[in-house]
């Protein structure tokens, strides 16, 4: 269970996983062996799962963003869970999310352009054993993107 030291840590990782120990100590009010201490065992129980730099997409050529939604076909004999994974394995899938509604999978993809887009989609995405149909979003701008958790405390506790 976590408390509110805990909490403060990982608001302050969430900010700037790059600060060191001492510096997170500071901020969070807490000595550095036991703030060490308390970041090895979040790290250990699984509440940080890595440590990774936010990279400018448009910067390094993906400007174009889309959400694929994809239809599984049930009658082919394939785990959807298994195509999940498989369509996760392509390098401009950032996320695939198994979802409820109208569409089976939820696909976030970063290319070039759209013509990368079509041909990731029609050559490669729809060719997929147990693809039936997709459906395709280009996103025209991003207002919010985030990794960040709402952590406070009591929203915390209250999950436990």
Same mark, same amino acid.
């Given at each position: 269970?976590?408390?509110?030291?805990?909490?403060? *840590?990982?608001?302050?990782?969430?900010?700037n996983a790059r600060?060191?120990?001492?510096?997170?100590?500071?901020?969070?009010?807490?000595?550095i062996t036991t703030?060490?201490?308390?970041?090895?065992?979040?790290?250990?129980?699984?509440?940080?799962?890595?440590?990774?730099?936010?990279?400018?997409?448009?910067?390094?050529?993906?400007?174009?963003?889309?959400?694929?939604?994809?239809?599984?076909?049930?009658?082919?004999?394939?785990?959807?869970?298994?195509?999940?994974?498989? *369509?996760?394995?392509?390098?401009?899938?950032?996320?695939?999310? *198994? *979802?409820?509604?109208?569409?089976?999978?939820?696909?976030?993809?970063?290319?070039?352009? !759209?013509?990368?887009?079509?041909?990731? !989609?029609?050559?490669r995405l729809r060719?997929?054993?147990?693809?039936?149909?997709?459906?395709?979003?280009? !996103?025209?701008?991003?207002?919010?993107?985030?990794?960040?958790?709402?952590?406070?405390?009591?929203?915390?506790?209250?999950?436990?």
């Amino acid at each position: 269970m976590l408390d509110e030291k805990d909490i403060a *840590i990982l608001e302050v990782l969430q900010e700037n996983a790059r600060l060191t120990v001492k510096e997170i100590s500071k901020r969070v009010n807490s000595p550095i062996t036991t703030t060490h201490a308390r970041l090895r065992k979040l790290e250990k129980e699984g509440y940080i799962k890595a440590y990774s730099a936010i990279l400018d997409a448009r910067k390094l050529g993906f400007s174009t963003t889309a959400f694929v939604f994809v239809s599984f076909a049930r009658n082919q004999g394939v785990d959807q869970r298994r195509v999940a994974q498989e *369509i996760a394995r392509f390098p401009e899938v950032q996320e695939v999310h *198994i *979802i409820t509604g109208e569409w089976d999978i939820l696909v976030k993809v970063r290319v070039s352009g !759209v013509d990368e887009l079509g041909e990731f !989609v029609v050559n490669r995405l729809r060719n997929l054993q147990g693809v039936e149909k997709t459906y395709t979003s280009v !996103v025209l701008e991003t207002v919010k993107e985030t990794q960040k958790l709402p952590l406070s405390p009591s929203r915390v506790a209250a999950r436990w």
